[in-house]
């Protein structure tokens, strides 16, 4: 069995289960948030439950517009905060609360093996660390809230193996980015990303939560990477006394895979994906005139702590261009905090870059920084859909870090060796 | 169950921002999410279609987030099913969980905008009065028609749990 199988296996207490199969299976974790939260309460109240299954095993994380942008996003974080009060769940008032897949493996609230199901899309980045976790809707939500289980057919895999050497500049982003070029926004549909191969055994944890995170971009049920040392060290520093186990956490050599492709890393330079699907991957070199009037740099895909240095160290080069808004949304309070600590956030102010707090914001046209007609922005964020950071006759380009970071310099979209070396 | 409705014909890849931008995401009244169903992709389409209507899609429809405002906002502006040559898996699941029917045939390829369809959901069947025609499809498995029989999750869940505590 492949490792997303096994863990599928032990939660449906079955010896195995077989792709296209459906399963009945208990859950470690349960996520909604403040967009998808309130439909999952209406449901919950709806049908007349008294009871959650697990208080402790729920979490409510408002992060979407927050700190509450309007009067009715207000209201909808209210329904999380009663309903968490009343029902004993977590919830994260703002000043603890950050972007939920940013937050929660912070918390130590995520491991492997464990099967998490968030009523929010990017519920697959918790594959990073080994566990099988999967985006689903509100009503999922009502209804694991209250029996503490989901239905699921079980995916096949699609196998990625990456060899070679990553250039300079270089992440997890670009790597999935050009995963996601090669198979399409529906290449592994219904499926499950697994990542392997020596450039995965050497990839930091947070370029892991990168790639698992934009699995759902191709398609996937679940993204994920079996865990290792970088995984047992990450969860370490924020599991007190932390020990891996189930041990048995690696797709079996015999695993029957319905797709497998090898990616030779040696090839690919930093990525932009061109608006309106994120599998409109290229060079960034092939792209580098495009005016720009913003950037963001933040989200459940690039907000973590080292993106925010990896971008900073590009800053120490220049200034933000006269014509460009940049917009830093430290994904967690933690990560803000730290950012402090290590003087990032002192770069990002001097090179003219505003600070946002923690939320998700503009990455959906939210609120703090939101696009008007025919502007273009460069976004460490996951998706370029039409009209996703604002007005329809708005552009997105995704790309990594240190990208935006140049691009912002520039007033262009601009590759970092033109900041760094020039 | 049958249902005959108007065909309204969408392309590749629809999103979820298509089917309900995110701007509408601060409130959870369905007729509100109605009233904005498909508006950056086709503005006029909700003023001009009527109750019982279909959707038609090609591939990968309800692609990007988990927001089940999608299959609500689409549910709430009176359409009565949407068929699509394939459905991106989460608007799948939310759908047949709040109840909207889906049909994921690659038939629908050939189903045009203006087409009046016949759909008969025990039979598998979909009569095209337009083209003169019929496409069958293979149904959904036995887990999926009990969901699909019970009238969604919520139903399943208070049958199964609540009722029997
Ligand atoms: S940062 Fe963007 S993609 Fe991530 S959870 Fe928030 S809205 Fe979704």
């Known amino acids: 069995m492949t490792i997303t199988e096994k863990i599928l296996a032990h939660h449906s207490h079955q010896e195995k289960v077989t792709p296209g199969e459906f399963i009945e299976a208990s859950v470690d974790l349960v996520l909604a948030n403040d967009v998808t939260g309130p439909l999952a309460i209406q449901e919950f109240e709806k049908i007349g439950a008294t009871k959650v299954f697990n208080p402790a095993k729920i979490v409510l994380v408002p992060d979407h517009f927050t700190p509450c942008k309007d009067i009715r996003s207000a209201e909808l974080v209210k329904k999380l905060r009663d309903f968490s009060r009343r029902y004993q769940v977590r919830f994260f008032e703002i000043g603890q609360v950050g972007i939920e897949h940013a937050l929660l493996p912070e918390l130590g609230l995520v491991q492997p093996g464990q099967l998490v199901i968030g009523a929010d899309s990017h519920t697959c980045t918790y594959g990073a660390l080994g566990a099988f976790a999967t985006g689903v809707g509100s009503t999922d939500v009502a209804a694991a809230m209250i029996t503490g289980r989901i239905w699921l057919r079980v995916p096949a895999t699609f196998k990625f193996t990456y060899h070679g050497q990553r250039q300079r500049w270089v992440g997890g982003k670009d790597l999935i980015l050009y995963t996601i070029s090669r198979i399409g926004v529906d290449g592994a549909r219904y499926q499950t990303m697994e990542f392997t191969g020596p450039v995965i055994d050497s990839l930091p944890i947070d370029d892991r939560f990168t790639m698992a995170n934009m699995a759902i971009e191709a398609g996937a049920k679940n993204g994920i990477i079996a865990p290792d040392e970088i995984t047992l060290t990450y969860l370490k520093s924020v599991i007190t006394a932390f020990k891996m186990e189930p041990a048995d956490l690696r797709s079996d050599l015999d695993s029957i895979y319905c797709q497998q492709i090898e990616i030779d890393v040696n090839q690919i330079e930093p990525q932009i994906a061109v608006p309106p699907l994120p599998s409109n991957s290229r060079s960034v070199r092939e792209l580098t005139g495009t005016r720009i009037d913003q950037v963001v740099i933040g989200s459940c895909t690039n907000g973590r702590l080292s993106d925010l240095e990896k971008a900073a160290a590009v800053f120490l080069h220049g200034k933000v261009h006269p014509e460009v808004r940049t917009i830093i949304i430290p994904a967690t309070q933690n990560v803000y905090y730290q950012a402090v600590k290590k003087g990032l956030i002192d770069t990002f102010l001097t090179a003219g870059c505003v600070i946002s707090p923690p939320t998700c914001g503009p990455c959906l046209g939210g609120h703090m920084g939101v696009l008007a007609k025919g502007e273009v922005a460069v976004a460490t964020t996951n998706r370029n859909f039409v009209g996703r950071m604002g007005h329809p006759e708005s552009l997105v380009y995704l790309a990594n870090p240190e990208v935006a970071a140049a691009s912002a310099i520039k007033g262009r979209i601009a590759h970092p060796e033109e900041v760094v070396n020039p | ?165």
């Open chain 2, 1 to 165: 169950m049958m249902v005959k409705g108007k065909v309204w014909k969408l392309g590749n890849h629809v999103n979820t921002d298509d089917i309900i931008a995110a701007r509408y995401l601060n409130t959870t009244d369905s007729q509100e999410l109605a009233t904005h169903c498909l508006e950056t992709l086709r503005p006029e389409l909700v003023q001009k279609m009527e109750p019982g209507d279909i959707l038609v899609a090609g591939e990968n429809f309800g692609c990007g987030s988990s927001r089940e405002h999608a299959p609500i906002a689409i549910k709430a502006a009176g359409f009565s099913l949407v068929i699509a040559v394939s459905f991106a898996r989460i608007f799948l699941r939310n759908a047949i969980n709040i109840g909207l029917p889906v049909v994921e045939t690659s038939e629908a390829k050939r189903i045009r905008e203006g087409d009046l369809l016949e759909v008969d959901f025990e039979a598998g069947m979909i009569k095209n009065l337009t083209q003169n025609s019929q496409y069958f499809w293979s149904g959904y498995p036995p887990f999926l028609q009990e969901l699909i029989k019970c009238g969604g999750l919520m139903k399943w869940v208070r049958k199964k749990y609540i009722k029997s505590e």
